[in-house]
C-alpha cells in the first residue's frame, strides 16, 4: 500500500522559514519523482515543486527562490524548506509522487497546514 505521511507544518511569522517532510513507504521512492502542492483556502491545487531520481528539481512560477525542495533516499523523505514566508504562503501542503506533469495522476498524502500571520 502507498502512504505518504506529511508532517512539520504550524503558524510562522511574515518573513520566516519552515521545514516540512514527507515520509513514504509502500513504492521504490529512490526511483520516484516526488512533488509538493499547496491548496490555499477557497483555492484549487497549486503544484509547488518537483525532485527527481536524479536530484534535479524544478519549481512553480517565482517560488523558486524562497522555497528548496530535496530527498533522503535513505529515509525515504521528501522535504520542503520554505523561507521569507508570506501571508499568501498560506496553504494545506500536500505531498504527491510524481513530478510536473504525472503529480495529479499519482498518491498523495493528507497533508500539512501552514499559516504564515503575525
Known amino acids: 500500500e502507498v502512504q505518504l505521511v506529511e508532517s512539520g507544518g504550524g503558524l510562522v511569522q511574515p518573513g520566516g522559514s519552515l521545514t516540512i517532510s514527507c515520509t513514504t513507504s509502500?513504492?521504490?521512492?529512490?526511483?520516484?519523482?516526488m512533488s509538493w502542492v499547496r491548496q490555499a483556502p477557497g483555492k484549487g491545487l497549486e503544484w509547488v515543486a518537483a525532485?527527481?531520481?536524479?536530484?534535479?528539481?524544478n519549481y512553480g512560477n517565482s517560488l523558486r527562490a524562497r522555497f528548496n525542495i530535496s530527498r533522503d533516499n535513505t529515509k525515504n523523505t521528501v522535504y520542503l524548506h520554505m523561507s521569507n514566508l508570506k501571508p499568501e504562503d498560506t496553504a494545506v501542503y500536500y505531498c504527491?509522487?510524481?513530478?510536473?506533469?504525472?503529480?495529479?495522476?499519482?498518491?498523495r498524502g493528507q497533508g500539512t497546514q501552514v499559516t504564515v500571520s503575525s
Open positions: 509502500g513504492f521504490t521512492f529512490s526511483s520516484s519523482a
Open positions: 525532485i527527481y531520481s536524479d536530484r534535479s528539481t
Open positions: 504527491a509522487r510524481g513530478g510536473l506533469t504525472t503529480w495529479s495522476q499519482g498518491s
